[in-house]
């Protein structure tokens, strides 16, 4: 909660500074923009990846772990934008990315027969570089001098080039989370526009839901202990068109 409170923080303060900064200009930058249907650019990001766990329904009655919870983590991505204008404010808009990403898995065991009951957590680390191919329809608003507002939504597919769906487990101890390497989520999100006088630079925050469950159940309490796990992602962009 405090990371996506910063990261709300930190893109209004980005959104405002920007804002103040278009409304400085006497002059419209770019001001045929809008009337281009076709655009290209790029764009890089801040991500912040996590897992929604669902238990399985006997976890609570397994002799020593009593809870799994994840961690999450930053990673960043990188993109190519393409953005065709159907209607003068609404567009649709595809960004392929390479997106590099980390979780954690903790595992919380008590030690059987011990009425301390000492909690002894286990981490798995979770790693994916996700080729990704989001396909969102943007609704742009009427430009303010330099300055212009929008909303998304979407759905986005997902391969995890990192998946280690078909590594062969030999012990309970060294045994990786095996996940499903494809992924199908829905992105919604909120950005806003610079039109400076050779690009128009864009900040954008959005959030995906995963639908697909990503676990690959196994005979090892890592994934017995777990009924469904889907991601989510927190990711603040930063884009370059011209």
């Known amino acids: 909660m405090k990371l996506k409170l910063f990261l709300l923080t930190l893109f209004i303060a980005l959104l405002s500074a920007g804002y103040l900064g278009a409304q400085e200009s006497s002059n419209d930058n770019l001001p045929k923009y809008y009337n281009t249907k076709l655009h290209f650019g790029f764009t890089l990001g801040i991500n912040k990846s996590d897992f929604i766990i669902h238990p399985a329904k006997g976890l609570y009655l397994m002799d020593s772990l009593k809870a799994v919870r994840s961690v999450p983590d930053y990673g960043f991505n ?11 404010y609404l567009c649709i808009r595809f960004v392929p990315d390479l997106s590099f990403a980390a979780r954690t898995l903790v595992y919380s065991f008590v030690t059987p027969h011990d009425t301390t009951r000492k909690w002894v957590d286990q981490k798995k680390l979770v790693e994916s570089t996700f080729v990704e191919f989001p396909l969102d329809l943007k609704l742009r608003s009427k430009r303010l001098h330099n300055f212009a507002a929008y909303m998304l939504a979407g759905s986005k597919y997902s391969i995890d080039m990192a998946s280690q769906k078909d590594v062969n487990n030999t012990n309970a101890q060294d045994a990786v989370v ?4 494809n992924d199908w989520s829905v992105d919604v999100g909120a950005g806003a526009e610079f039109f400076l006088p ?3 630079f864009g900040m954008e925050l959005k959030y995906s ?3 697909k469950d990503l676990i690959v159940h196994d005979q090892y309490i890592y994934s017995t202990s777990i009924e469904k796990l889907n991601s989510k992602m927190v990711l603040l962009s930063f884009t370059f068109e011209g």
């Open 198 to 200: 050779y690009f128009k």
């Open 78 to 88: 990188i993109g190519i934008v393409c953005e065709y204008a159907f209607m003068k």
């Open 209 to 211: 839901y995963g639908f």
């Open 178 to 181: 095996k996940l499903r390497k």
